[in-house]
């Protein structure tokens, strides 16, 4: 989508980076369309049950929630738990950190 309408691989980690450094600088809509291609990508390339999933699906949430898109948030919120609780199992610290921050959500 924002990386020259490619759909290559590497592809998904340019535009997870601009997201990244989008949604640090406080430009949460702008980052929002390249974490949303970099979820694309990243399920099409290595599975939508990936590490790298969940980190977007977090860092995806984190910018719904400041432009006030709420639900939004809250579901990629949830399917980052989801993965976590399944890659890391429901005791470790990156599963119980996001489930703590998803309680925010409810």
């Given at each position: 989508m924002l990386t020259h309408g490619e759909d290559?691989?590497?592809m998904s980690n340019v535009d997870f980076y601009i997201g990244l450094l989008l949604s640090n600088a406080g430009?949460?809509?702008e980052s929002q369309a390249y974490l949303e291609?970099?979820?694309r990508?990243?399920?099409k390339f290595h599975g939508s049950q990936s590490i790298t999933v969940a980190t977007i699906h977090?860092?995806?949430a984190n910018s719904l929630t400041h432009i006030g898109a709420f639900a939004e948030a809250k579901q990629n919120k949830r399917k980052?738990?989801?993965i976590y609780r399944t890659k890391?199992?429901?005791d470790h610290?990156?599963?119980v950190q996001s489930y703590k921050k998803r309680e925010v959500y409810h």
């Amino acid at each position: 989508m924002l990386t020259h309408g490619e759909d290559h691989p590497e592809m998904s980690n340019v535009d997870f980076y601009i997201g990244l450094l989008l949604s640090n600088a406080g430009h949460y809509e702008e980052s929002q369309a390249y974490l949303e291609s970099a979820l694309r990508l990243q399920n099409k390339f290595h599975g939508s049950q990936s590490i790298t999933v969940a980190t977007i699906h977090h860092l995806l949430a984190n910018s719904l929630t400041h432009i006030g898109a709420f639900a939004e948030a809250k579901q990629n919120k949830r399917k980052a738990y989801n993965i976590y609780r399944t890659k890391f199992g429901p005791d470790h610290a990156r599963t119980v950190q996001s489930y703590k921050k998803r309680e925010v959500y409810h």
